[in-house]
């Protein structure tokens, strides 16, 4: 924390070491400090495992595409050997960018600058003219710079820090909770990326905590309850939320009939709204029922879900900056992340 203070009052981050029973805001230049953000990228980007993407991207042996992180400029491809690698995105020679745009196939990798070409496996292949560099060059060390990588549940994790813990050891038991819905079976539907006018932890801030739920997304009420969200913390800042559905926000008077959301996701289930009349509590166990009847026909399989799983909503928060968002037969992934060294 010593770095930190040359930049904060020590009294304003002594308030993150309280027990969790004297909790207290961040300090506002924590939102604000353009010192702290370079900070943040290399406590929590830098030596964190964090999401780049999903290995399904560069689905076949020599994809590749560049990525860039907070500024750092790297590579992910799928060697001969159909691993999922990621180097640095900087040639050996000048230092100069060598992909600038996604390209799909590669045999090798070429620097537009001065043709320094480099395998799949990150090693240096060739360098024109390399009788003329007195001395010669050796390969071995002017290869691309790799950067520590693994692939869970086709999602693509990289850590840059030096000898970092395994990714099992930082996610723990949540890998455990997690396989039985495989999302490496899932494909990629749509990426957007957009830039909003705040620091990125206002994001972070709100997807972790459902209290506002109810007031700024009312229509939740009638197919979820988030007032009564179930929350647990996991070491290393991970946790999970878990709301059940679909059921009706006890805050409101309970329907008897099932609301308009409620009746479509009955009839897309070959369901009769009608036969819940008087019986809209009964509607979550039935779906879970239901769609182990035909799941077959809808294309899924229910068989390593427990019940909860395949009706209700789990969210899980993987420290620094990833929200899942997780359905039985979808999954939707968030981001959010600081904008270069601005922390606005």
Known sequence: MSEIYNIVDKKKLDVVKKPISKAHGLPNECYTSKEYTLIE???LFEDKWVVIGVASSIPNKGDAKPFDL????IIILRDKQNKVKVFHNVCSHRGNKILTEDCGWV????C??????????????KVPDEELFEGGICKEENSLKEVNVDVWAGLVFINMSN????LKTFLGTIMDQLNPYHFENMELVKHQSVTLDTNWKTARDNFLEQYHVDFIHPQHA?????????NYL?????????????????????PEEPPDYMKQYLIGLELDPEDFYGKVPEIRNAVQKQKRVIGKKLGFDYSELSDE?????????????????IHAERLWIFGPRPHGADPN
């Open 41 to 43: 990228r290399k406590k």
């Open 70 to 73: 907070l500024g750092i400029p």
């Open 107 to 110: 045999k090798q990798i070429s």
């Open 112 to 125: 537009p600058y001065h043709g320094w070409t480099y395998g799949l496996d990150g090693g240096l292949q």
């Open 163 to 166: 000898n970092p813990a395994p």
């Open 222 to 230: 009638s197919f979820v309850d988030c007032c009564d969200a179930q």
């Open 234 to 254: 996991w070491p290393f800042g991970h946790s999970h939320t878990w709301v059940e559905s679909p059921v009706m926000n006890p805050r409101y008077d309970m």
């Open 309 to 325: 799983q395949v009706s209700d909503v789990f969210q899980y928060d993987i420290f620094p900056n990833i929200f899942m968002t």
